[in-house]
């Protein structure tokens, strides 16, 4: 096995140094439609805005409440049993019957 292994380690690269390698045309930036990097805006009247949507701040915590609260509801709903006791204990008396 260890000879199998040098044996690789010495002639994959050999093997792969002969490859050709083909020649790929790559677009220009211009021509894929990108002019060059995005202009930059001053992060002053940005904050400004985020400092003022406290309302907005408040409508999205109260709707991230409710969501919180409609998740925990689903979660108490598949935390119960799927089928009831009667058809639980018919299930039960079935296989008990066919253990016998």
Same mark, same amino acid.
Do not use: E, W, Y
């Given at each position: 096995? %260890?000879? +199998? ?7 994959? %690269?050999? #093997?792969?140094?002969? !490859?050709?390698?083909?020649?790929? =045309?790559?677009? *220009? &930036?211009? !021509? *894929?439609? @990108?002019?060059?990097? %995005? ?5 002053? %009247?940005?904050? #400004?805005?985020?400092? *003022?949507? *406290? @309302?907005?701040?408040?409508? =999205? &915590?109260?709707?991230?409440?409710? /969501? +919180?609260?409609?998740?925990? !509801?689903?979660?108490?709903? #598949?935390?119960?049993? +799927?089928?009831? /006791? &009667?058809?639980? @204990? ?5 296989? /008990? /019957?066919?253990?016998?």
């Amino acid at each position: 096995m %260890p000879r +199998v292994l040098i044996a690789f380690l010495v002639f994959a %690269p050999v #093997l792969t140094a002969c !490859a050709d390698f083909p020649d790929l =045309q790559l677009p *220009s &930036a211009t !021509a *894929s439609g @990108q002019r060059g990097f %995005p202009s930059l805006i001053a992060i002053d %009247p940005t904050l #400004l805005t985020a400092r *003022s949507d *406290s @309302q907005d701040a408040q409508l =999205q &915590a109260q709707h991230l409440a409710a /969501r +919180v609260a409609r998740l925990n !509801a689903r979660g108490r709903a #598949l935390r119960k049993p +799927v089928i009831d /006791r &009667a058809t639980r @204990q018919r299930l039960a008396a079935a296989v /008990r /019957r066919h253990n016998r």
